[in-house]
Every structure is written in structure tokens, then in C-alpha cells.
């Protein structure tokens, strides 16, 4: 996949994000700010992680990135123009900003085959090409994300798929157009522990070779920190902390991240906890 | 299962299921990838009647004599050439029982077929699209809901078949079968919009959004296909409909009187008061062979309904290999099954 | 804590009744010490679940256990044969000595009734003895134990967050005092900050109570950090159980070895290869990214 070529430097800015959403419970109206001010950079070749927990307006960010929502305020940026939101202008935004969904038992179609689930973006986004072309493609893409050999996916169905294989399929899809920029919104979430550093790993590569510039939402505290360049750490809908990762991680500022990092399982504290109430019900 | 070289476990083999029981139904699927669930006992004994009874209406009326041809003794038993006798002004019941069947079999395909593309407009689209579109397209649906079905279908089929200028087509069994379908779709619309509005907030048509399919393409190419077992139990629901509510027309006399269906045969033997001298030759068979179609189609519907929800059909079987694996002696407590 | 047995199973075997029969455990062995907390890790489809079902005699059909006993320790000494009961000895001894919380328990709360009134149902099935006000009392204790305010007994489920109500089936579950309790997943569907509180709050009950849990997840960090051993299955087997120190510091088995591998290390260095890819050198955390934050 060497068709994306960024001539100077490509950035995907986010600028002052709002979303508010109305709630009305009979006569009463409450308006819920599900994002308020997000503002951040993806550059190609970088990873930016957005941690949070649910309801932190993590994936209202990643929505409105990808143009599933408007947002309320502020502005998304390609190359600094504004984001369309229809017609042939957003499809040439799409074929630079792909999303990859958590679920991968629920993003692709139950109906349709792998091969349908690769070739549509393509046929969509370069629609020069002849269908034994995007044939091909397609093969190379699901090749790319280590199905293979591709003749023996093609033609299956999701549901034949494990759940980490079907997250390889969406990645595929998500590089068929070009992209230069992925939302991976907990791309392992649902998988499996012992597959989701193979997809994490996958992407990682991908997003080296390729020069992808990845936005990687995730509640996830360690493989934000190895994955990413940069940690953003989102709580009711802004941004409380941002920094290298080791910075955030190791030495964290906001009183949020402490908490959310303290919550964090680590085996390195075995016993630790056990100790705690145990001195507590002494004192008490 | 899988080795240390590959990340995960490779297909054939078994994927990674998320709960035992989605293991045994993957296995199950990988052993033989069937096509098509296992047929049960009610799917295969309502597509036989079904099938039986089409044919009956497709093929019988080559072979049998003219059923309008009035020149048989009236009111024959059944016997020797008239296998179900005649009627009182001397038609064959047997002729007329198959140009009958497939009088009202045409009925209720034509009406089924389009009650379900009105569904299909109004349910799906309003369900997809939301907001106004939703509101004028429910909006429609609701008025049509409310509104009694068999005096509106009167109503209109007594003023059409009255206007002037349509010739036979007043009478027709064409336009009964518009009619009834123009009047019956309503009830199928309030169930796919509520499917296709739940499909809408699926990854899978969010995920084709992105990958930039126009919204027309997402309906018919996405979302549609995964409705195709609804769309078959609302197609033969609306051909039920149409057969019983032909038949019901046609015994009030609002039927299409220029041909001949199941309905107009029970019409007539109401007028030529068969009840009455006796004959029950000419209304009983017409009369079952509504009644047995009615069935078939609903067996029919019954096992959509358990392909499309699996645990009414797991559910009942599960308990029934429990209790035969604790019968052979296979289980060391006494009883598995909850209380 | 003393290492007498509270729950011993042996070479339990269960099976899917399925064309053709799938063997979600084969022959597990396990024993429970009472008050300790033992981890039960594995992967989805692994048999955890099936087999923490069968400890407690809930399997549903299609399952079957085709094999091996399981014996309670009562602690008066008198051991009760799980295996074997049935009807109304099965009733007593399901809540009364081993009860459940699981992932979806929050979710199967009854939404038209009141806590109190799903709290009282409890005692008013086992406890037919107990008077209306020891009841009333008893359940607001129940509530304070679990960290939730005693005057949200009169709440609808709806009114409560998911924490809230997960605690409040482990208040249930804690309502007749049982000397085992079966935790699987109870705090996977919430989110990271509620499940540390839930956790806390588990870990000081057993430490108050005495009562041993089996706890089961996908989370092995979290298993390590809070078990006092840790069994891990795979394909319906337990691989390894051992200490959750020596699983953690020197795990035995190839598989527990993946597994811990599966997650990198919040604060170590130890998952670095996620960012570098396999085959580049890892040359030092601080360089690699190029990126000036």
C-alpha cells in the first residue's frame, strides 16, 4: 500500500471539539457535555493514545472524527481544511480518515463475505481500477494483515473467523481506501488476551511501514504506554492531562490519572492490597 | 490448538469462541457449513402442503373440463366423473376448486408481494433515515393501522369495482389482490422499522458508512440481506392475509366475481344455498383447502420464526439431550437440570 | 490462614450433550481453602465458567457432569456430598454454604421491585423463621457491609449505577452468611475506577467473614495481585495452580507463560516489543519515537 503520499506535511488537527447532547426527560431539558474543548494533532508516523473511561466522551471524539456525528463546536482539519460531512468532498475525506471499531463481531456484516468487506472500499474510493485490479488488492491487503494466504479468507463468512481474525479484516478495510490517519477506537477490547498483542502488534508495524498517524482510544493504562507516542488522558469530556508516555504514566500530574492509574491491576503490587485491609481492619 | 508461531488458533481447527456454547455451535458449523439451518418437522410439513396445493392450482386446471361449462346434471354427489360433484347451476366442483386454488393463490402473491415493498418503503426507509422522514413515514403507517382493515378494504373495493370505465378490471381478481395489498402492509411496516432502526445502530453499518457507501446501498446491500428471514415471514404473512381476506370479501360478495377463487366458490354455495339441499361437496372442499393453505403458510412462519430466534428451537433440545444423557446413566448427579 | 479444605472437587468432567458431545471440563481436581482466595484464570471457551457452574450444581442443559465428585467441609465438621443432593437438601445448600455473583448479576436484578423487598426474598426463602424487622435490619447491615447507604434500600435497580447494584448482589450474595463464594467476572462489565472500589471491598469482607472465594477472569494481573493462588485453565484442564506469587515470578507451564505475556507492564519495562515491533533492536525506551511531546 505505497499510494499515500503525503506531499508536505499532512496533519489531521483537531481544534476546541464540543459535543453536547440534549436530554429531555418530560418538560425538562438537560444538556450533557459529552466533549467540551478537545483540541490535539495526528501527524502521519505517530500514534497519539486517548485514555478514558466510559462516558469520558473518548469515542464521541473518535465518531466525529470519522464523521458518524457532527459536532456541536470546534472544527476537524484535514491538511487544514475543514471536514466535509457529504457528498464527494467527504468521500475524499474518508479516503484518508478510516476508523477501526471495538467489536469486531459487530462491524462486519454477517452477510457478507471477507473478500465483499475489503473490496467495497476499494471499488469505492479508486474506482479507476478494474474489478480483477481490486481483486488483487484486495488479496495483497488481507495478505498485509496476515491472512494467509488470503485465497483461504476470502470467501468466508465473519462468523468463520475468530474474533481476532475478524479485527484483521477491519483493519484491512480501514487501509483499503489509502488512509493516512486511523481512529482505532479499543481495537482489542473484545478479543481474547492472548491475540490482542498480535493485533496491537500488527497495527504498530502497519503504522510504521505505512506511516500512519493512528489516534488509539483505549481504557487500557499499559498498552496505551507501549503503544503510543503520546498519552492524552480524557475525564468528562476534556483533556486533564497529555505528555510522553513514560512522563504520564510514571509521573503523573492530574489528581484523575493517579486515580485511574491506581485502579490499574498490576501483578508488581501482589499481595499489596491484601496488606491494606488488613491494616485497615486493625485500625478500625 | 494453537502453536506459539501463529497468534491465534487457524480456522479450520476451531476459532476462539466466546462461550462454550458458541464453541459447540461453531463446531458445529465448521463440521458441515450448511447453507441452510436443519430443516424441522414443521418447516418440511408446511412447505409439502404448501408446495402440494400450488401445484394443484398451477398445473390441475390443464387437465380438468371448463368450470363455467353449465351443461352437467346439478348437484351431483360425488361419483363417477365428477369427482366432487357439481354445483347447483351445473359446474364441475373439482374445476372449479382448481381454477379456484390458483385464482386465489394469484391473490395472495400479488397482494403479499406488494403489502411487502410498501412495508419495505415505509418501514425500513423511516427506520433508516429517522428524524422528519421517520415522522411522516410513521406518521402514514399509523393512520393505516388504525384505520379497520376489512370495512376500508370494503369500502374501497365496493367504490372501485363501481367505477365507471374499468370494464372486466373492475371485477378482476387483479385488482382485489392491489386492493387488499394497498390496505395490509401496515402492521409489517411498524415491525421492519423497528428491526432496521435497531440494524441502523449496528458497527457493521456505521463501519460502511466510513468505508463511504451512499445510504441507498447501506439499505439494500447492508441492511436488507439480514432481514430476509423477517421479509419472508411478513411476505407470508401478508399472503395468509390476502387468501383469508379474499375469501372474506368474496363471501360478502365484494369479491372479484369475474373469476374464480376459493372465496367466490363459498360465495356461490352461500347464494345457491348449499347448506340448505345438502351439498356439502361444494363447500367443504373449498372451505379446507383454505383452511389447510392457512396452516401450511403459518407452519411455514412458525419455523422462520425459530431459524431467525434459535432459542426457541435450542432451548427445547438442549433439555432433551440432558435428560437422555441422565436416562443412559452418563451423569453422575442425580438430576442437572436447574429446578 | 489455616490450609483446611472447604470445597474439594475431584476429577470433575462435564460435558456439552451436543451432536457430537463437547467436553467443556475434563477430569479437574481442585481443592478450596477456607477463607483464601483462589484465582481461576483462562481465556473465553476455556471451561472456567462451565466449571464453577458445576461446583455449584447450575449447569444448564445441554450440560452434563459426566464425572468425578465434589464434597463440602462444612464447618461443623459434617461434609456434604454436592454431587448427590437434590431437590430440597440442593435448595439449602445452594446460597446457604456456597453462593454466586456473576458478570451480568447487576443486570439481573428485578427492575419493578425494591432492593429491600429482592434483599428480603432472600431470608424470607431460607430463613422462613426470621421476623419482618429482623429482616428489615438485617438487610440495611447487609448494605453498610457492602459500602452502599442503608437508605437506598427503598431504590429501584434503575436508580442505581452499575457499581451500586454489583454490590448489591454481592449483599445478596453475602445475605446468609455462605462459606464460599463464587465470583465469575464480577467486575469486568465496570469500569476500571468502580471495579478497584468492588475489589477493595471483596478483599475486606473475606478478611472480616472468613469466607473463601474463587474468583474468575481473563485479568491475570488483577488475579496476581489479589489471589492467594491461582489456577490456570486451558481447553477445559487446569495447566497449572500454584501460588500466585510463584505463577507470577516463576510460572511453570508454556501456557501461563503466554499469558502473562499477553500483558505488558504498566510501570516495568517489560512489553516494550509493542511499540518496537519484533524485529527491531529495543534500543532504550527514550529515543524511539522521534517525537518531541
Known amino acids: 500500500m505505497s499510494h499515500a503520499k503525503p506531499n508536505g506535511p499532512s496533519t489531521l488537527e483537531i481544534k476546541n471539539l464540543k459535543r453536547d447532547y440534549t436530554l429531555r426527560s418530560g418538560f425538562k431539558r438537560n444538556v450533557l457535555h459529552a466533549v467540551s474543548d478537545v483540541s490535539f494533532t495526528l501527524e502521519p508516523g505517530r500514534t497519539i493514545a486517548l485514555v478514558g473511561e466510559s462516558g469520558s466522551g473518548k469515542s464521541t471524539v473518535a465518531r466525529i472524527i470519522s464523521r458518524l456525528e457532527n459536532a456541536t463546536g470546534g472544527q476537524v482539519l484535514l491538511d487544514g481544511a475543514p471536514a466535509p460531512t457529504r457528498g464527494r468532498a467527504l468521500e475524499r475525506y474518508r479516503s484518508k480518515v478510516q476508523m477501526v471499531f471495538q467489536d469486531p463481531f459487530a462491524s462486519l456484516n454477517p452477510f457478507h463475505t471477507i473478500l465483499h468487506h475489503v473490496e467495497r472500499p476499494l471499488r469505492i474510493h479508486h474506482p479507476h481500477l478494474s474489478s480483477k485490479q481490486i481483486k488483487e488488492r484486495a488479496y495483497e491487503l488481507l495478505e498485509r494483515v496476515q491472512l494467509t494466504p488470503a485465497s483461504r479468507y476470502a470467501d468466508r463468512r465473519p462468523h468463520e473467523l475468530s474474533g481476532g481474525q475478524r479485527q484483521r479484516v477491519a483493519i484491512a478495510r480501514a487501509l483499503a481506501p489509502g488512509a493516512t490517519y486511523i481512529v482505532a477506537d479499543e481495537p482489542v477490547s473484545m478479543l481474547d488476551v492472548s491475540i490482542r498483542l498480535g493485533v496491537l502488534n500488527l497495527l504498530a508495524e502497519l503504522q510504521r511501514s505505512e506511516g500512519l498517524g493512528v489516534l488509539y482510544i483505549t481504557h487500557d493504562l499499559a498498552t496505551a504506554r507501549h503503544f503510543s507516542d503520546e498519552i492524552m488522558v480524557m475525564y468528562r469530556g476534556k483533556i486533564v492531562e497529555r505528555g510522553e508516555p513514560d512522563s504520564v504514566i510514571l509521573n503523573p500530574q492530574h489528581e484523575y490519572t493517579r486515580t485511574l492509574l491506581e485502579a490499574a491491576a498490576d501483578p508488581d503490587r501482589l499481595g499489596q492490597l491484601r496488606a491494606e485491609v488488613r491494616a485497615e481492619g486493625i485500625t478500625t | ?339 | 490462614m489455616s490450609a483446611t479444605p472447604v470445597l474439594t472437587a475431584h476429577g470433575v468432567s462435564i460435558t456439552y450433550e451436543v451432536d457430537p458431545p463437547v467436553q467443556a471440563v475434563k477430569d479437574v481436581s481442585l481443592t478450596l481453602h477456607r477463607g483464601e482466595i483462589l484465582g481461576l484464570a483462562g481465556e473465553s471457551g476455556c471451561g472456567k465458567t462451565t466449571f464453577a457452574y458445576g461446583l455449584n450444581r447450575l449447569l444448564k442443559a445441554p450440560a452434563v457432569m459426566t464425572g468425578g465428585d465434589v464434597e463440602f467441609h462444612d464447618v461443623d465438621g459434617t461434609d456434604i456430598n454436592v454431587v448427590g443432593l437434590s431437590g430440597e437438601g440442593l435448595r439449602r445448600f445452594r446460597w446457604d454454604k456456597v453462593s454466586m455473583v456473576f458478570q451480568g448479576s447487576m443486570n439481573s436484578l428485578n427492575p419493578v421491585m425494591t432492593v429491600q423487598a429482592q434483599l428480603e426474598d432472600v431470608f424470607i426463602t431460607h430463613r422462613p423463621g426470621m421476623r419482618k424487622a429482623q429482616r428489615r435490619e438485617r438487610s440495611a447491615e447487609l448494605l453498610e457491609l457492602v459500602g452502599v447507604d442503608p437508605n437506598r434500600l427503598g431504590a429501584f435497580p434503575h436508580e442505581l449505577s452499575g457499581g451500586m447494584r454489583q454490590r448489591i448482589m454481592i449483599a445478596m450474595a453475602l445475605a446468609l452468611n455462605p462459606q464460599v463464594m463464587i465470583m465469575d467476572e464480577p467486575t469486568t462489565a465496570l469500569d476500571v475506577v468502580v471495579q478497584r472500589g468492588i475489589i477493595r471491598e471483596i478483599m475486606r469482607l473475606r478478611e472480616r467473614l472468613g469466607f473463601a472465594v474463587i474468583f474468575i477472569t481473563h485479568d491475570l494481573p488483577l488475579l496476581i495481585e489479589i489471589s492467594d493462588r491461582i489456577a490456570i485453565m486451558r481447553d477445559g484442564a487446569i495447566v497449572e495452580l500454584d501460588d500466585a506469587e510463584k505463577i507470577y515470578h516463576d510460572p511453570q507451564h508454556e501456557y501461563t507463560q503466554k499469558l502473562l505475556a499477553s500483558f505488558p507492564s504498566l510501570r516495568g519495562e517489560r512489553g516494550d516489543f509493542v511499540r518496537l515491533g519484533h524485529g527491531e533492536t529495543p534500543a532504550k525506551a527514550p529515543a524511539q519515537s522521534g517525537g518531541i511531546a
Open chain 2, 1 to 339: 490448538m494453537a502453536d506459539n508461531t501463529t497468534p491465534e488458533v487457524p480456522v479450520r481447527t476451531g476459532p476462539t469462541p466466546t462461550s462454550t456454547l458458541a464453541t459447540i455451535r461453531i463446531a458445529k458449523n465448521d463440521r458441515k457449513r450448511r447453507p441452510l439451518p436443519r430443516i424441522s418437522g414443521k418447516l418440511l410439513t408446511g412447505i409439502i402442503i404448501v408446495v402440494v396445493i400450488a401445484l394443484f392450482g398451477i398445473l390441475a386446471p390443464f387437465f380438468v373440463q371448463d368450470p363455467r361449462f353449465s351443461g352437467n346434471d346439478a348437484l351431483l354427489p360425488p361419483g363417477d366423473g365428477h369427482i366432487l360433484g357439481t354445483t347447483k347451476l351445473g359446474y364441475d366442483v373439482f374445476a372449479q376448486l382448481a381454477w379456484g386454488t390458483r385464482g386465489s393463490l394469484f391473490v395472495g402473491v400479488v397482494a403479499g408481494a406488494l403489502a411487502l415493498l410498501l412495508a419495505i418503503l415505509f418501514g425500513v426507509l423511516a427506520g433508516y433515515f429517522g428524524g422528519v422522514v421517520d415522522e411522516i413515514l410513521t406518521l402514514l403507517t399509523n393512520i393505516m393501522l388504525v384505520i379497520p382493515g376489512l370495512p376500508l378494504v370494503m369500502v374501497i373495493a365496493a367504490y372501485v369495482q363501481n367505477t365507471e370505465g374499468l370494464g372486466p378490471f373492475a371485477r378482476s381478481s387483479f385488482l382485489v389482490a392491489i386492493v387488499l395489498g394497498i390496505t395490509g402492509w401496515a402492521g409489517s411496516a411498524v415491525v421492519l422499522r423497528a428491526t432496521a432502526k435497531s440494524l441502523r445502530m449496528r458497527d457493521y453499518v456505521a463501519a460502511s458508512r466510513v468505508a463511504g457507501e451512499r445510504p441507498l446501498r447501506v439499505i439494500f446491500v447492508e441492511i436488507l440481506p439480514n432481514l430476509v428471514p423477517l421479509l419472508a415471514a411478513q411476505l407470508i404473512f401478508g399472503v395468509i392475509f390476502a387468501i383469508l381476506g379474499e375469501a372474506g370479501l368474496s363471501y360478502l360478495g365484494l369479491g372479484p366475481t369475474g373469476s374464480i377463487t376459493l372465496g367466490t366458490m363459498l360465495n356461490d354455495a352461500q347464494t345457491g344455498q348449499a347448506v340448505g339441499s345438502q351439498a356439502w361437496w361444494w363447500f367443504i372442499p373449498p372451505g379446507a383447502l383454505i383452511a389447510l393453505l392457512g396452516t401450511g403458510l403459518s407452519l411455514i412462519n412458525f419455523a422462520i420464526d425459530e431459524i431467525v430466534n434459535p432459542k426457541l428451537r435450542l432451548a427445547p433440545q438442549a433439555a432433551r439431550n440432558q435428560r437422555k444423557a441422565n436416562r443412559e446413566g452418563r451423569s453422575v448427579s442425580e438430576n442437572g437440570a436447574i429446578a
